[in-house]
């Protein structure tokens, strides 16, 4: 090492040792690490005293190139791993420390590691010579405790509850950060086979500036360290992918200098050979699903008590039911969630048919379609609908007496690979079943299996049950659009032959009349057209097709006084003034010649109807009144503008209630003011249509 790299390296183990120092006081302060039952504490307070003492000597050793204080250095920088791997076991929660068999692991895995790293320690102070234990075994035991390290701290973060997060996520940051740096280090050296100069001359001022995370972390735990603390299942499983991981890495390496050292000319193409197939195999192992299921099995039965962590697979099942819109996709979502319980690769799901008795498959997962009906009154649908339960079909292969009488179907006796039927009932009606495939893994589906299925499953009914319901009404409603649609077109018919039977009606004394012929001819082809445009809206939907565009009021208005002149009735006209309104001319003619007609039939031949037309602000305004009947408070407000109610015997209530909701879909406005006895005023507010008149060269012209 040069001097440059020396005085760096000095200064960067001073800072270590001066930070750690004021640490350690603090905590003396404190008088934390005293306290009996925080032996996290404890532990604490000796990692960063054995830490500040790493620091001291190791630059001392530097400075003065002595090998004993270099020795003494290596060894308290083994002590400190030991005790911050103690300080991270006993940050975990106090239910898995009291577990015997996660506990003993864990420390025998520490203990070992820490002892290796000792007595290669000693050795090498015993025999500096030892190239293949100074290069090789020192770098690859330390690797190990980096390694170690690494995965208590991801266990313990993962294990501490959401809201407290926040509190060890410094001292989680330290440590990763000075456990990764040494396993950066300690790898390059196992690697190449010499420390990096340069890592090893930095490593010093790496660590040091990890010591205010720490500070920051107890400030925020108290002395409480371990109270917010979990187990969680998913926090073991990670932190045993991780350990796995680390240790095939290790081993790999290990391999690795083997093949070289002993290879010849073909050593290093082997090596890279080896590392790059091993990467590609541990890559498959880890996202294989058999694999992760026998490990997430295996840690349920050796590190918990029960196999679930219920709240998690609750909210898990949950998000994923909620998650889909269509019954396709909730279909495909149910089998998921209920096979991922049990580690299934997929299965089936058989609803009821809505057109036929039975139940058919509809979904799939995994798993070839079936063809096959089975009948609501069969053996398997009877057992499934009266017991509730879960059916084991391995059970029921080796025990049939187990489950009574019942029969498997040709279909599912066609099904080698057919594991459990999970009933989906709602109340106690079967609505639908899921045939489960067998595990990735052997599991043993006991009493909490049978429960967990039956409780997801009943949830996963209810699901669908609603699914169903939504679609059902969904069809119910369109018939019901249908039908209005049905009853605007009937209305409008009978306007129509009405007006063709006033015309026969006239026909029998006029049929010799010229200009009544043209008018006979002329009323046949507007209701010709009239019927055609009805079904050209039964076909479209109740709204009229094409854009609303100008419509000139005031000729609409002269052609309805002209047709009332006709039927032998007056329609004054108080004021028309040319407005040219937005909307379909049809349908706005249609709107106002059945607001005159009802102004007509509720008033008296000698009674007065009128109308009038102009603006108001940025709208047309159409008011039609009369002196006639008028209409009940009661009337305006409960069903005025409803479907089906009418003032008139021989009115069907569909024409009020089509022209409010025309005159809305413009953007406009109907108002009514109406007295019983004394008559009744109807106005209506339509957005008037701006055009322009000019080209746009006009307007550029003019610019």
């Given amino acids: ?70 020795f003494l250095a290596s060894m308290f920088d083994v002590w400190r791993y030991g005790l911050w791997l103690a300080f991270l076991l006993l940050m975990r929660p106090k239910q898995a420390q009291t577990t015997p068999a996660g506990m003993s692991a864990l420390s025998r895995t520490s203990l070992v590691l820490v002892t290796l790293a000792v007595i290669g320690q000693i050795l090498v102070y015993l025999d500096p010579g030892d190239s293949f234990l100074q290069l090789r075994g020192l770098p690859m035991a330390s690797m190990g405790l980096s390694i170690f390290g690494l995965v208590l701290i991801e266990q313990v973060f993962r294990n501490v509850d959401p809201d407290s997060r926040w509190s060890v996520k410094p001292i989680s940051a330290a440590l990763a950060g000075s456990f990764a740096f040494d396993l950066y280090m300690y790898s390059q050296a196992v690697i190449f086979g010499s420390v990096d100069a340069d890592a090893q001359s930095i490593r010093g001022a790496v660590h040091a500036l990890m010591a205010p995370l720490l500070f920051v972390s107890t400030s925020r735990l108290g002395s409480d360290w371990t109270s917010r603390l979990r187990v969680s299942r998913s926090a073991a499983f990670h932190s045993a992918t991780l350990l796995i991981c680390g240790v095939y890495l290790l081993f790999i390496s290990a391999v690795g200098y083997y093949v070289k050292y002993f290879g010849g000319d073909w050593g290093r193409a082997l090596q890279l050979c080896i590392v790059f197939a091993s990467l590609i195999l541990m890559l498959l192992l880890t996202v294989s699903g058999s694999v992760r299921a026998k490990l997430r099995i295996f840690l349920s039965k050796n590190f918990f008590r029960y196999r679930y962590d219920y709240r998690d697979e609750w909210l898990k099942f949950t998000e994923a039911l909620c998650a889909q819109g269509t019954p396709q996709e909730m279909g495909q979502q149910v089998i998921r969630g209920l096979a991922d319980l049990v580690e299934s690769p997929g299965g089936c799901l058989w609803m009821r048919s809505p057109v036929a008795s039975g139940f058919r498959q509809t979904v799939r997962l995994n798993i070839d379609f079936t063809p096959a009906i089975e009948e609501e009154d069969s053996g398997l649908s009877a057992v499934l609908e009266r017991e509730k339960a879960v059916v084991n079909l391995e059970e029921y292969r080796s025990f049939p007496g187990r489950y009574g009488s019942i029969a498997l179907p040709l279909w599912l006796q066609s099904m080698p690979q057919a594991w459990l039927i999970v009933p989906l009932i709602v109340g106690d009606k079967l609505i639908g079943f899921v045939v489960l495939l067998r595990s990735r893994t052997p599991l043993d589906a006991n009493w909490e299996v049978h429960d967990l299925l039956k409780t997801a499953s009943r949830q996963a009914a209810s699901f669908l049950a609603q699914m169903v319901a939504t679609e059902s009404l969904l069809e119910a409603r369109k018939f019901d659009a249908f039908n209005r649609m049905s009853a605007f077109v009937v209305h409008d018919l009978k306007n129509i032959v009405t007006q063709l039977s006033l015309m026969m009606k006239n026909a029998k004394r006029l049929h010799a009349n010229p200009e009544f012929q043209q008018d006979m001819l002329d009323t046949v082809d507007n209701s010709l057209e009239k019927m055609r445009q009805l079904m050209a809206q039964l076909r479209e939907g109740t709204t009229p097709a094409g854009t609303p565009f100008g419509v000139d009021l005031a000729a609409v208005v002269r052609r309805i006084e002209t047709v009332t002149a006709s039927r032998g009735r007056r329609l004054q006209l108080r004021s028309v003034h040319p407005v040219v309104a937005r909307g379909h001319e049809e349908r706005i003619e249609r709107v106002i010649g059945h607001l005159v007609v009802n102004a007509l039939d509720a008033t008296d031949p000698q009674g007065e109807v009128w109308l009038a037309l102009d603006t108001a602000g940025d709208r047309a305004r159409i008011v039609v009144g009369d002196t006639g009947h008028g209409m009940t408070p009661e009337f305006l407000r409960d069903r005025l503008f409803k479907p089906f109610q009418s003032t008139k015997p021989t009115g069907m209530g569909i024409g009020a209630y089509e022209s409010s909701q025309y005159i809305q879909e413009l953007g406009g406005k109907i108002s009514v003011v109406s007295e019983p006895q004394k008559g009744t005023e109807v106005t209506l507010l339509i957005p008037l249509f701006h055009g322009s008149t000019n080209s746009d060269l006009d307007l550029m012209k003019t610019q």
């Fill in 1 to 70: 090492m040069n001097p440059h790299d020396s005085t760096v390296m000095a200064w960067g183990f001073g800072l270590v040792g001066i930070a750690y120092l004021a640490f350690a006081l603090t905590l003396i302060r404190s008088g934390r690490w005293r306290v009996p039952a925080s032996r996290a504490s404890q532990a604490l307070f000796g990692a960063v005293s054995c830490s500040s003492l790493w620091g001291w000597l190791t630059m001392f050793s530097v400075l003065h190139e002595s090998s004993l204080l270099g």
